[in-house]
């Protein structure tokens, strides 16, 4: 999905060294998105797309509303 490919960039971003505001502006996203969903879901201070996908989707699964 687009959500995983974004995720997946998010990453690459990091480990080029990018900064916050250089991988929002490089995705078109703001500075809040980015830092959000990276401080949402990294794990052992490490951004794992993959687990970042399975955390949003516990999280979505729990969610009141389904997003429907």
């Given at each position: 999905?687009?959500?995983?490919?974004?995720?997946?960039?998010?990453?690459?971003?990091?480990?080029?060294?990018?900064?916050?505001r250089a991988i929002?502006?490089?995705?078109?996203?703001?500075?809040?998105?980015?830092?959000?969903?990276?401080?949402?879901?990294?794990?052992?201070?490490?951004?794992?797309?993959?687990?970042?996908?399975?955390?949003?989707?516990?999280?979505?699964?729990?969610?009141?509303?389904?997003?429907?």
């Open positions: 999905t687009t959500l995983f490919r974004s995720r997946n960039e998010i990453k690459a971003l990091l480990d080029k060294q990018y900064s916050y929002a502006r490089t995705m078109g996203r703001s500075v809040s998105t980015i830092s959000d969903e990276i401080a949402r879901n990294t794990v052992n201070d490490c951004y794992d797309p993959k687990k970042a996908h399975a955390k949003a989707k516990v999280r979505r699964t729990a969610a009141k509303y389904q997003g429907i």
